[in-house]
């Protein structure tokens, strides 16, 4: 494989590129590659990399009480139910 270097990166953008990186938790060198395939239309590297995780709702975790937990068990539960009438 071959290497490429990159000049003229400031320091702003060095460290977003580790932040973000660190974020996926991907080397700073994948991420970029992953970046450059993504960018010119390429699977290449990308295509070995875990899916992307993503965090949006973490807020939410732990916010129901048990009761609140209770009742979307039981509503889950009477969607999971199969109806044998209808697969005859």
Known sequence: M????????DDKLQQLLKREAARRN???????LSL???TVGTR???QTEPQEKFHD??????????????EFEAHLAAQRSIDDDLWR
């Open 44 to 46: 290449g590297a990308a």
């Open 57 to 70: 709702l973490d807020h939410l975790a732990g916010t129901w009480t048990e009761q609140e937990s209770a």
């Open 26 to 32: 991907q080397s700073v060198n994948r991420y970029i």
């Open 36 to 38: 450059l395939n993504q």
């Open 2 to 9: 071959s290497q490429l270097t990159i000049r003229g990166v």
